[in-house]
């Protein structure tokens, strides 16, 4: 099952029926379909738009943009915390990525939280990924940074 | 793709939902002095405030419909008034502008006509 991580905003798309299902099940949580991929529920028709001044999903907006959620997103240094279940401001991310490079990949246990630091201090903004139902992990072909 | 909103304009500010947009982004297509109402179109990281001014215009040619009846009002009046052209011999002068207030009438006749037809 992939996963898309974009300036902070989450696309899940099955490759296999059922797997949307098991994977919430795995994991606990509730994905709810949005076009053609899964979203989690606090992303659901998320604005296309933010006014300076004024809030997208709960976060304060610090430029007018018009885009797609993840491009306001982008725009405002904004991300979605899944732990919390809220957009903040990146820089308020303190937690630390936990992954181990594997052979064409990153390796982690767990979705990467926007934001999260790397030893060396860079934020992480993007990521595609995919969750390997049989070695229980998500293996991430593609991780950005800023 | 873009997001059109209501929003109002004074003095050069745009308003969109109680927050001022920024005016280095925003591009007023109007004077945008008086209070107006209108819409913005956001694009990107770009604003576009339209006002609704046909008020302004509707206004504006009424002002001029009425001007012009004046105007055509007030020569009638003086041209038909006789002035003497020869104060001894009481010889009241001929009307001279009758040609200049017909044109003045066709000219308040088209205006009404528009005034009527405003889109």
Request: glycine content about 10%; charged content about 20%; overall charge negative.
């Amino acid at each position: 099952m992939k996963v898309n991580c974009l300036h902070g905003y989450f696309k899940f798309f099955d490759s296999k029926s059922g797997q949307i299902s098991d994977f919430m099940s795995l994991f606990d949580l509730e994905l709810v379909r949005q076009n053609d991929f899964y979203t989690f529920p606090f992303l659901l028709d998320a604005p296309t738009y933010g006014i300076k001044g004024g809030e997208f999903l709960g976060a304060a907006v610090t430029k007018t943009f018009e885009g797609e959620p993840q491009d306001v997103m982008r725009e405002n240094d904004l991300v979605y915390n899944f732990l919390t279940e809220t957009v903040v401001p990146v820089n308020s991310i303190t937690q630390r990525m936990d992954v181990s490079q594997a052979q064409n990949y990153f390796l982690s246990s767990g979705l990467i939280l926007p934001g999260s630091l790397t030893d060396g201090g860079f934020r992480v903004r993007d990521y595609a990924a995919w969750y390997d139902f049989g070695s229980e992990t998500f293996k991430y072909a593609e991780i950005n940074f800023e | 793709m873009s997001k059109i909103l209501e929003a109002t304009c004074e003095d050069g500010e745009v308003t969109v939902e109680g927050d001022v947009l920024d005016p280095v982004e925003t591009t007023v297509l109007s004077q945008g002095v008086a209070l107006s109402d209108g819409i913005v179109i956001i694009q990107g990281g770009k604003a576009y405030y339209l006002a609704n001014n046909s008020g302004d215009l509707k206004t504006a040619l009424e002002t001029l419909s009425d001007a012009l009846d004046a105007i055509a009002g007030g020569l009638s009046s003086l041209d038909s008034a006789g002035f003497l052209i020869a104060a001894t011999g009481g010889v009241p002068g001929p009307p001279v502008a009758a040609g200049d207030i017909a044109s003045i009438n066709s000219a308040k006749t088209a205006v009404d006509n528009l005034l009527g037809a405003l889109k």
